[in-house]
Each structure stands twice: as structure tokens, then as C-alpha cells.
């Protein structure tokens, strides 16, 4: 038997993230309102991710694990981008910067540009 953890989108943009034996069953589940008191006030729900595990242990692992992410990691894995799954496991303070669009590529040198002001006279 298989187990499953997933991740919902629910309508206003958080996630809920969960493990089931029967991911069909949970779905309808959680799409009739009555299941979950956090997913039914915020339908329409979408399946954002999934995965399978061989015991019922690993799914729930890995259900608390993903529950304490930041939306950042959320969405890298829901996207399988591993670059910024990567990226948001470290700690801020690891980070470059807060945005991986200024960055550059990942793990590249940082380089520090110094540029004088003109509006300073040079008294030399």
C-alpha cells in the first residue's frame, strides 16, 4: 500500500499540506467543505504537489517537515525548481540577497563595485 503526502493551493494563496492512504478519497474530501475546518472557508482548492512513500511514517515525515517551510520552499517544490529549493534551505543570513533574480547565478564570487561620487571634490 502506498501513502501519500500532498500540498493544496487553497483559494486565498496559503497552503495545506497533508498524508492519506487514499489521495482521491481526501480530495473529495477536502473539495465537499466538511473534512477540514482550514480548507473548507478557503475553497476552491488545486492539488499543487504530491508524493508517494512505502509506510505511512515517511509520509507523515515528511508532511511536518514541509508544513514548517516558508511559502518561498513551498513553491520551489511545487515548481521542482531545486536551485531555489536549494537556495531557501539555507538560512537569510546564508542568502546573497533576498531575491534570486538579483543574484546572479547561485554560488558565484560576490563582487563589490566602488564607484566615487562626483559630486565630492578630490582635495588631493
Given at each position: 500500500?502506498?501513502?501519500?503526502?500532498?500540498?493544496?493551493?487553497?483559494?486565498?494563496?496559503?497552503?495545506?499540506?497533508?498524508?492519506?492512504d487514499d489521495l482521491e478519497r481526501r480530495m473529495a474530501e477536502h473539495g465537499s467543505g466538511g473534512y477540514c475546518k482550514f480548507t473548507s472557508v478557503r475553497r476552491p482548492l488545486e492539488l499543487a504537489w504530491c508524493e508517494t512513500f512505502p509506510t505511512r511514517e515517511e509520509a507523515l515525515s515528511a508532511e511536518f517537515a514541509v508544513k514548517k517551510w516558508s511559502q518561498?520552499?513551498?513553491?520551489?517544490?511545487?515548481?521542482?525548481?531545486?536551485?531555489?529549493l536549494s537556495y531557501f534551505s539555507k538560512p537569510p543570513k546564508e542568502r546573497l540577497s533576498t531575491s534570486l533574480e538579483t543574484n546572479g547565478e547561485i554560488g558565484a564570487p560576490?563582487?563589490?563595485?566602488?564607484?566615487r561620487s562626483r559630486d565630492i571634490e578630490n582635495t588631493e
Open positions: 500500500m502506498a501513502f501519500w503526502t500532498y500540498m493544496l493551493r487553497c483559494a486565498d494563496g496559503k497552503f495545506y499540506t497533508g498524508h492519506t518561498a520552499k513551498k513553491r520551489a517544490l511545487i515548481a521542482g525548481d531545486w536551485k531555489k560576490k563582487t563589490v563595485r566602488v564607484e
